[in-house]
């Protein structure tokens, strides 16, 4: 993967180098995948849709980003990124997709760092609810929502300000737990999904 320093940071990012390319040098669809500090805390950001991930290439992109921050011990923030919706769609494709997404699913299961997931507007409503269920933290950019308020890893994001509070806050919740309990909770919370 190459680099680029981007002019890419808007709130809540201070500061962002953009990792791009597959092997097979292709960018992907995502509207950012690289370094991203809010503060001073750096996590890989990855954001998209859900029209990214639409390939091979892109999924074998993301399962390299998550073992750069394994190696780099950095949480990962998929912003928009409806990882188990577009992979339900994309596994059916062919079999080295179904092949690379399970590798990538794998991966970031056995991540021993928070993984958290934002969704911002309206027409992500619909997507965070499986994605809700794995992660170890979810902020929704929304008007506040009671089925989620007594929740404590889903923090609701009313305005642009309250973004980097929330993430913030549930790294902090995230990094307190044990990386082997991290880990279990996200294996039966995949139980629970796959049952469901």
Known sequence: MSSNTAKYPQPPFTQAIELYGDRAGSK?????????????????????????????????CLLRLTALAHRLKKPILLWNLPVTHIAAIQRR???????????????????PHPIITVFEGADNVDHPAPEIIWNDGSVLITAPDAQFAEQKKIKIAQHSTDI??????????????????????????????VKS
Do not use: M, Y
């Open 164 to 193: 980097a509070p929330a993430i913030l806050e549930l790294l902090r919740q995230a990094e307190a737990v044990p990386a082997t309990e991290l880990i279990k909770n996200r294996r039966e919370s995949l139980h629970f999904l």
């Open 28 to 60: 992907g669809t995502f509207k950012f995948a690289g370094f991203a500090w809010i503060q001073r805390t750096k996590v890989i950001l990855v954001q998209g849709d859900a029209h990214s991930l639409n390939s091979a290439a892109e999924w074998r």
């Open 93 to 111: 494709t062919s079999l080295a997709c179904a092949h690379v997404i399970q590798k990538t699913e794998l991966e970031l299961l056995k991540l």
